[in-house]
């Protein structure tokens, strides 16, 4: 018997599904529930705590909407670039590829601003939980940017010569790889209201 | 990557028998075959291995510890001295030396030993040869998952040389204390993210590989029990890590950046008000810890009671008493164990509602546990039972998992667990589920699929010499404990308690639970002997080595690169022994031939292929 595994690109007939596409979604439940846990410590903590004090309103509303239609856009030009590898036409997927990465790249340069003024205006994450809250959820959000631009620019650039060698399996793993981006994408449409839109600020005793 | 080179003699190798042909690569070399491997089987014993040595070591952490609990104070001769003055200072050991080996003992054994043994282990190396698939889905993950693993345990071991030494807070590390340790605990839980991004890939990579590659013919109904554990097991880790990966990571923000996740305002330690600040909620982190280590727990159970299951109906030459009650019972376990964590926070103060709530879960979560024992009870019925090495492992699982199991009920109700919280019985307890549970299951496994393996069954003398005391100390080790726990003996106290006079009248226990765990010690070396010579001196044994009826047995043993020789077709449900009117008692799942019908009640009806 041969020993490569089966239905890595072609889809199994009872489950419907290929290993990589069943791979990632499990991946991403396991993701639900990581920033599902950070949620629920950021409700425990918000209700547990009556002096919740200075919150959205260090934050920059503007610089994040923003951010959030950067983030959206680039959701838009990961399908295409998906959408690309299908019809197997290199040139406009690596241009959709690398708008997403571009767009990923703009988003982490806005966080970086916002990062360092409030650094500079002396809120850093020990200054309060919210605080503490902001930077830590926010910045795992981004260390998923980061991973999910290194892959994408993989695909896009040097990993794209599979296009020519297989190219089912590569528009599956660009799939994949815009399986993922989405996730990242909707995690910040969570974290931008719960962080940024809610004034937490407690009433006046 | 993962294609195998041709081999012309393949087919002709092919059928039993005739393993050495094409049993090894000679295109890879040494790091690609033992060190960078993708193939299921390398890394399951890479993971075997590797826990086992991880095992060994939390063994001994405990036995050190066992040596001040007998004998408080008193110069520890020879190690003592090689341990060194802030360790043991005259050969007597500090007691922050002492939490340290709590502590690394506890994560040792349960995210080092049994979790890798038991999931990376035997859920590597048996489910894909269970499902009869080529490897898993994702070979080159899995290698990742493994190293991931190794280097988790590196960090871990590393922490014991940082100043300050390794964590000292307890395996669970509750704050606020965890957040002003030393050192040690930032490596702790750099430690657990590497060890948890391993688990959450390895479960990626078993629920792929079990839902995708199954064998034509191999349905849901059709599945070795052990597959269906592993299967539960990895959506345990996949859905509950997580959680302890968000509290790990905000606990290392409190530790590196200052912020106050996890401590409450105007803490006082030392003496000095802690300038942070503050706002944060102490309990948070019990709550997220134990929302991973309660499922955490039937991670440890589950594929135990997985490989239970295969040795019995292998023994007892006759099918399992009610798999489907068993695979729904396991189904349940499952999901149950995501609503029951609360139980180990009764002393919080969280209030009576949320007690109530968590107790009458944890009440409802036993039932399933009492039918899967039971079912494995009522499989001994009737059979023609074989005392094979791993029969006798299994055999002993069932009652010492019966009285950890049991003994467990008052501490899932809240009134007890007042009394028992934090003593001697609530150690008992879990190590009766974990030690002579788990292990002796996990050793059940051992010798059941060394030949597999190998091609050589272990000895079987020296696993007699290896079970009998092994059986004999364990119960010294924890039994006196439940006695000491009754009576109110405090757990985590470096000199025993020997300062508290309502324990005083069992304090001479220590003593009879630390000679039994030094002399479970010497009954490992029989086993270490073993595992080790009969991979070239043991009996050779035949690709069916115990006339067993699942697919691992269809592989030529070892399995070469791929697996099976020709593609297994799946015929009939996996414990097919003694099947009237056909010959033989053991009617295997890949033999061509008509679907049969099964005496034995509760036996899963053959599905219509």
Redesign the interface.
């Known amino acids: 018997m041969s020993s490569a595994i089966p239905y890595t690109v072609e889809t199994r007939p009872d489950t419907g599904l290929n290993n990589v596409k069943l791979g990632i979604w499990i991946f991403l439940a396991s993701e639900v529930m990581l920033f599902g846990s950070l949620f629920a410590g950021y409700i425990l903590l918000r209700t547990g705590n009556p002096t919740w004090g200075k919150g959205s309103e260090l934050l920059s509303v503007p610089l994040a909407t923003l951010n959030t239609a950067v983030l959206i856009t680039s959701s838009v030009t990961m399908v295409m670039a998906w959408v690309a590898a299908m019809e197997r036409k290199l040139g406009k997927f690596r241009l959709y590829m690398g708008s997403t990465v571009a767009l990923g790249a703009v988003f982490m340069v806005v966080k970086a601003f916002e990062y360092q003024a409030k650094f500079h205006h002396g809120a850093p994450p020990s200054y309060s939980t919210f605080m503490a809250c902001y930077f830590t959820f926010t910045g795992l959000h981004a260390l998923h940017v980061l991973g999910g631009m290194i892959i994408n620019f993989y695909f896009g650039f040097p990993g794209a010569k599979m296009m020519a060698t297989d190219p089912q399996q590569f528009a599956n793993r660009v799939e994949t790889a815009g399986l993922f981006w989405h996730f990242v994408d909707l995690v910040w449409i969570f974290l931008f209201p719960v962080l940024y839109l809610l004034n937490f600020q407690a009433p006046p005793a | 990557m ?3 080179p041709t081999h012309d003699h393949a087919e002709t190798g092919a059928a039993h028998g005739e393993h050495g042909a094409h049993a090894e690569h000679h295109e890879l070399g040494f790091w690609r075959r033992y060190v960078f491997s993708v193939d299921h089987k390398t890394i399951g014993i890479q993971y075997a291995v590797t826990g086992l040595l991880f095992l060994l070591f939390g063994f001994s952490l405990m036995m050190l510890m066992r040596w001040n609990l007998a004998f408080p104070g008193k110069a520890l001769p020879l190690l003592g001295k090689i341990l060194g003055d802030s360790r043991m200072p005259g050969g007597s050991m500090l007691p922050e030396f002492y939490n340290q080996l709590g502590a690394m003992h506890g994560t040792i054994m349960v995210f080092l030993g049994v979790v890798p043994l038991a999931v990376g282990g035997f859920g590597n190396f048996v489910v894909p040869l269970q499902i009869g ?3 898993m ?3 080159r993950l899995n290698m990742l998952s493994y190293h991931a693993y190794f280097w988790g345990g590196v960090v871990m071991l590393g922490s014991f040389f940082v100043p300050g030494g390794a964590a000292q807070g307890g395996w669970t590390s509750y704050p606020p204390l965890a957040d002003i340790l030393p050192a040690g605990q930032t490596w702790w839980i750099l430690g657990m993210l590497l060890l948890i991004t391993s688990s ?1 890939l390895g ?3 078993f ?2 590989t079990i ?3 199954r064998a034509p013919g191999l349905t849901f109904w059709r599945l070795p029990f052990f597959v269906w554990a592993q299967f539960v097991t990895s959506f345990l880790l ?6 302890l ?3 790990g ?2 606990q290392l ?1 409190d530790r590196v ?5 996890f401590l409450p305002q105007g803490l006082v330690v030392s003496g000095q008000v802690l300038k ?6 102490p ?2 982190w019990q ?2 810890f134990w ?1 991973l280590a309660h499922p955490e727990v039937y991670v440890l159970i589950l594929p135990a009671m997985g490989i239970v299951a295969e040795v019995i109906a292998n023994n007892t030459r006759k099918p399992l008493w009610g798999y489907r009650a068993l695979v729904y019972s396991v189904v349940t376990i499952g999901a149950l164990s995501f609503v029951v964590w609360a139980h180990h926070m009764f002393m919080t103060g969280m209030g009576t509602v949320m007690s109530t709530f968590f107790q009458t879960t944890t009440m409802i979560i036993s039932i399933p546990s009492v039918i899967i024992l039971t079912c494995l009870i009522l499989s001994l019925w009737g059979g023609s039972i074989r005392f094979t090495p791993p029969m006798l492992f299994a055999l002993a699982f069932l009652p010492m998992f019966g009285i950890g199991g049991l003994t467990g009920l008052p501490l899932g109700l809240a009134s007890p667990d007042i009394h028992f919280h934090d003593t001697y019985y609530v150690i008992a307890h879990f190590h009766y589920v974990v030690a002579p549970g788990t292990l002796f299951a996990l050793f059940a496994g051992v010798y059941h699929w060394y030949p597999k393996a190998t091609g050589r069954y272990l000895s079987t003398k020296l696993a007699h010499l290896h079970f009998w005391p092994s059986l004999l100390f364990i119960n010294g080790v924890f039994m006196p404990m439940f006695i000491q726990g009754l009576a109110g003996m405090q757990r985590r106290l470096y000199d025993g308690g020997v300062a508290y006079t309502h324990t005083a009248h069992v304090l001479w226990l220590h003593k009879v639970i630390s000679f039994s765990a030094w002399g479970l010690a010497l009954a490992q070396i029989p086993f270490i002997i073993n595992f080790f010579m009969s991979r070239k001196r043991g009996a050779l044994a035949p690709d069916n080595a115990w006339d067993a009826t699942t697919l691992e047995w269809a592989a030529p043993s070892p399995p070469p ?7 297994p077709i799946v015929y009939r449900g996996p414990y097919e022994y003694s099947v009237p009117g056909h010959a033989g008692d053991f009617y295997p799942q890949f033999e061509p031939g008509p679907e049969t019908v099964s005496p034995i009640p509760g036996n899963p009806e053959p599905a219509h292929a």
């Open positions: 993962t294609h195998a698939a080529p490897d889905a994702f070979p959450l479960a990626v990579n629920i792929t839902i995708q590659l996949l859905l509950a890590f997580p959680a990966q968000a509290a990571i905000m923000m950046a200052h912020t106050s996740f942070v600040s503050g706002g944060g909620s309990l948070l709550h997220l929302f690169h791929g697996n099976f020789a020709v593609e």
